[in-house]
């Protein structure tokens, strides 16, 4: 059994952003640790030291099965030999990389502290632009206006807003809550010249109701299931 998790990727019908084509869904880890009370958005952030390993390893054992995924990797892992890892992954066939988990996904505080030492989103922005520079393509996560602005200079095929991890503190945030966040990246990359699809996190009913979807996104990214 693979030990990841699978996020399906569901665009609003007739949407405009077609080249390239997305991936189907996003394949990542599956959480060090799983509880009904954490939500695996948030257990992805646990401290993990065999992550990257373990989500390469599984990777490996069944390249077919993610021919068509978008693999998520740590960029701001310090650790990260990416000129190895995009040919590992170019060998296996994979062509599709998204920066999942993300700094931007915890609070504001801690994603500066992590700043203060280099691993910010901004390490992680630059290694998808290395990887869509050796031919993957790519999909950035952002937070918030800020770091729209800076995702969209890598040159992704999309972005997906994902809450941070305060968002969950009374369960999933509302739709209402995700839809201003992706209203608010909506309006600060149109002041970018980057065109293309904005996503946000959706559970299951979200993705199968586009009537309810706010204006300002063009897709979801489907609360992540094990594989």
């Known amino acids: 059994m693979l030990n990841l998790m699978f996020w399906q990727i569901t665009l609003r019908s007739g949407c405009e952003w077609t080249a390239p084509p997305l991936p189907k869904a996003v394949a990542t880890i599956t959480p060090p640790f799983r509880s009904g009370d954490l939500p695996d958005e948030v257990g992805l952030l646990l401290p993990n030291k065999d992550s990257l390993a373990a989500t390469l390893r599984a990777v490996e054992s069944d390249p077919e099965k993610l021919r068509d995924h978008a693999l998520g990797l740590f960029l701001a892992d310090p650790f990260l030999n990416l000129r190895l ?3 590992r992954l170019k060998r296996l066939g994979l062509g599709w990389v998204i920066n999942l988990p993300s700094t931007e996904q915890q609070d504001p505080e801690f994603s500066q502290q992590l700043a203060d030492v280099g691993l910010d989103c901004g390490l992680e922005y630059d290694r998808l632009a290395a990887c869509r520079a050796a031919g993957l393509g790519v999909i950035a996560v952002v937070a918030d206006a800020g770091s729209a602005r800076l995702a969209v200079a890598a040159g992704p095929s999309a972005l997906v807003v994902m809450p ?22 909506r309006r600060a990359v149109a002041e970018t010249p980057w065109r293309g699809p904005v996503l946000t996190l959706g559970d299951k009913t979200e993705t199968e109701h586009a009537g309810i979807w706010p204006e300002a996104l063009d897709g979801l990214v489907r609360r992540p299931e094990p594989a």
Do not use: C, K
């Open 85 to 87: 890892e995009i040919d």
């Open 164 to 185: 941070r991890v305060a968002d969950f503190a009374a369960g999933f945030p509302s739709f209402r809550q995700r839809g201003a966040a992706a209203l608010a990246v």
